[in-house]
């Protein structure tokens, strides 16, 4: 363990991203109090099931719209100050959500702070920046580990947040119905406002570019192309199945078991603390037997608990699928990020970053609008069937696509690391 460790803390050796890390870590914070609360809180204020898919389907587009601009934005003009004025815009977002629920101004706030935005662990439309900033502070072989390690800190954050989503029941005695809610937003505010600080005392990292690319630079070029296009074809897949299954399992917690906050903010506390140490390992797993195998391997196992879940005949079984589920889910986060990253070469980081969240987000921003509507119809497992499906069909996908990919980088590293 302590091995694991010093061998962790010499990973983040480089200030820089110890600094991006910590930002993650605090962020995650307010989202996973919002991933856990925010759809409740709407429920509360009597939306409908419809209603509130809709609106997280609208936060997801506005996201997928920033991530298509910043993310090569970045690679041209710096990761600082576009990450800088995100925090900005959460800060104002969080504002309006604490001082009214006025339903314009609340649909305002949740597109401007990404609210809700689902059970994946994804640093949000700027998370592609937060990537490529990282990828310049250590060497390629080191690049799984570290971006493991950003994920399993980002999962402590949200279980930090999705305990304090507990405290609408704490608050109920002095506010009444949604107003328990309210004070989630300053968590959100302050959390923010820590980043924005945080972020501040990061130099700004961009890499060097040449105006006329050589030829052989123009043949690499259409590779990673064709690598990015097959990266976009799989997780089209994925998106439309986290879509389904993601933004709204606490809504489906209420609704099945008439559960709220007391109950599923620590369900989800747990779940994140677990699926932190599981990045942890899953990061090892293919630092030592490579990305792919280790992917499809977990992922599978999520897939059977993913069909599991629904059909769970009772509350304590399902809280188990979920856990479970979640956890082997999630633990692979860093790796996939780490092999989207190592598809193109530094100064198109950006770019393969923003690919990489776009095409998950693109077709995830319809599940939401399509899982509420499913659920008022009374059809409680079905999206979560369908999205075990497509799970099924990705991770074919990704096997075929990077396969030999991976295989390659891995004896690059080795033939590299040999004397």
Not at 57 to 69: F, K, P, R
Not at 91 to 109: F, R
Not at 391 to 418: I, K, M, P, Q
Request: hydrophobic content about 55%; glycine content about 10%; aromatic content about 8%.
């Amino acid at each position: 363990m302590r091995a694991a460790a010093a061998r962790l803390i010499a990973i983040a050796r480089s200030p820089d991203s110890r600094l991006l890390i910590l930002v993650r870590g605090v962020r995650s914070i307010g989202q996973g109090a919002l991933v856990v609360d925010f759809a409740l809180y709407l429920r509360a204020l009597h939306w409908s099931g419809g209603e509130i898919g809709a609106l997280l389907t609208a936060s997801m587009i506005s996201g997928i719209v920033l991530t298509a601009l910043v993310g090569p934005l970045s690679d041209r003009i710096g990761r600082k100050s576009l990450l800088l004025g995100f925090e900005a815009t959460r800060i104002a977002a969080a504002l309006i959500a604490l001082s009214t629920q006025n339903p314009p101004l609340l649909v305002a706030a949740a597109l401007l702070g990404q609210y809700g935005r689902g059970g994946s662990g994804s640093a949000g439309p700027f998370g592609p920046v937060e990537q490529a900033w990282l990828a310049h502070s250590v060497a390629a072989e080191e690049r799984v580990s570290l971006y493991s390690l950003n994920s399993a800190i980002g999962f402590l954050g949200r279980a930090c947040g999705a305990l304090l989503a507990a405290m609408p029941v704490l608050f109920a005695g002095w506010f009444d119905g949604p107003l328990a809610y309210r004070p989630l937003f300053a968590l959100v505010l302050i959390t923010s406002a820590t980043s924005l600080w945080l972020i501040s005392r990061v130099p700004d990292g961009r890499e060097t570019r040449r105006r006329k690319p050589a030829p052989s630079e123009v043949a690499l070029g259409r590779r990673e192309n064709a690598l990015l296009l097959r990266l976009a074809f799989a997780n089209l897949l994925q998106g439309a199945a986290l879509g389904l299954s993601g933004p709204l399992t606490a809504y489906w917690f209420a609704v099945r078991f008439g559960q709220g906050p007391a109950l599923l903010g620590p369900l989800a506390a747990a779940t994140l603390i677990l699926a932190a140490l599981a990045s942890l390992g899953a990061g090892r797993l293919a630092q030592r037997h490579g990305i792919v195998p280790v992917v499809i391997t977990l992922r599978a196992v999520a897939i059977g608990l993913q069909v599991a879940l629904p059909l769970a005949p009772n509350l304590a079984s399902a809280a188990f699928f979920y856990v479970a589920g979640s956890l082997f889910n999630r633990s692979t986060n860093g790796a996939r990020q780490a092999l989207s990253i190592g598809l193109v070469r530094a100064k198109r980081r950006g770019l393969a970053a923003s690919l990489n969240s776009i095409s998950l987000s693109v077709p995830r921003a319809a599940g939401p609008l399509i899982a509420g509507l499913l659920f008022d119809s009374g059809h409680l497992a079905l999206p979560f069937l369908i999205a075990a499906g497509l799970n099924v069909c990705y991770l074919c996908v990704y096997g075929w696509s990077f396969a030999e990919h991976d295989r390659a980088t891995r004896a690059a590293a080795g033939a590299a690391a040999s004397p």
